[in-house]
């Protein structure tokens, strides 16, 4: 077996825009190549047609595995802090109920 050495190479991360835009409604398409998240901060009614309409500021488009590995780290974030608040829930002293 050939002794193989492993490079590590470190990534620094440059954000060219730190502001972030909040998002509570998404809309996502797909295609045999690609997915694409549409996000948005909620509906609004448009004043001139009184229609309502979801405004799209983010678009995000992915690979089908980009979108599997985002999928996943997800889904390990969400497990994480449902288990930090549930220790946080159960290490929490109930104070008894004074009565008056």
Known sequence: MADETQKTQQIKVRYNETSALYSSQFIINSSDED???NFS????VDPASGDT???IHTRIALTKDGARRLAGVLNRV????EDKKKMAEATQVQMPKMQQ
């Open 78 to 81: 969400l497990s994480e802090a």
């Open 35 to 37: 997915i694409t998240i």
């Open 53 to 55: 309409m979801l405004p």
């Open 41 to 44: 901060s909620g509906p609004l």
